[in-house]
């Protein structure tokens, strides 16, 4: 019996609630995927949803367009293989079906809706892989356009995961449309989060509380660097904490901020500046509510955990066809 060693250049396209984004890895067998390209595009699908719940025609337009743009870089980056996978603006439009096949009929590309447990699971995996085992019990909260993902265990797989549809878009275009919320709205917003969260927090409570408790996501990643954390220039490796006490001090500041002052703040884009009010009241609900004093943040999320993922399937076959 013989080992499989395989390397090979593998495209993955997150199309997100609010980002479409191609990454390009090296992929080694028994090595962390070395990213080699990255292409983005603000789409906004979770505010592109129709008074039915439906994606947009615009929101269509724009992803086929992305997903086109996109299949063209992999192809001129000698990706050997395209990942495409989409997550809960499109999980959740009642057209999905006829979404995914505009993008087929248009690209030639078939998008996998990952279910909201699939997303939270592999967003776990690619963070156990990122901290090793000495973490011991992870808990895991991701918070993106349109959803917010928790998951929880000591092995490599989560025993306790939930999607919950909490995403800082989604918030943002139910609740938060005016630049400067009253204080009424903002209050009746907090109370509905922390009811949602709460209800769902008692198997993660279960078995205590985590020894390391982690947060992924551009909006988590955001709102550490609002707070004090390192810029991303700094590198991968550096230490990033989002503190309970900096957050809760720092939402009334947004409270009174425009969108234009928010897009101004350390590590914010003006993408998603407007977005960062209901991100940080989900991620104050998630500290105060599972009584955490910080999350880490960590580099690898989604995209990497479905990497991964990919990679240890290529291995296992590798090895049983050497049987």
Known sequence: MSSSVFAMRL???DIGSNTGHLLVVDAHDGAAPIPAYSHKEALRLAEHLDEHGAVSRQGVDALVLFVKEALEAAQHKGCEEILGFATSAV???VNTDEVLRNVHDETGVD?????????ARLTFL????WFGWSSGRLAVFDIGGGSLE????????????????LGAGRLTRDWLRDEQPSQETVRELRKKVRADIARDAGPLLHDGR???????????????RVCGAAPSAEGTRVRRILPADDLAEMIPKLTRMTTSEKSELPGVSARRA???????????????????????????ALREGVILERLDQISILGNTLKL
């Open 11 to 13: 495209g993955v396209l």
């Open 91 to 93: 999980r959740d439009a």
């Open 111 to 119: 998008i996998t809706v990952l279910p909201g447990d699939d997303e």
């Open 126 to 129: 690619a963070v156990r892989r």
């Open 150 to 165: 928790i998951a929880a265990g000591a092995d490599e797989a989560p025993d306790v995961v939930r999607s919950l549809p």
């Open 210 to 224: 985590p020894d390391h408790a982690v947060a992924t996501s551009k909006t988590l990643r955001s709102l550490a």
């Open 274 to 300: 407007h977005q960062l009010l209901a991100g940080a009241l989900v991620a104050d609900a998630v500290m105060d509510l599972f009584e955490l004093p910080e999350l880490e943040v960590c580099p690898w």
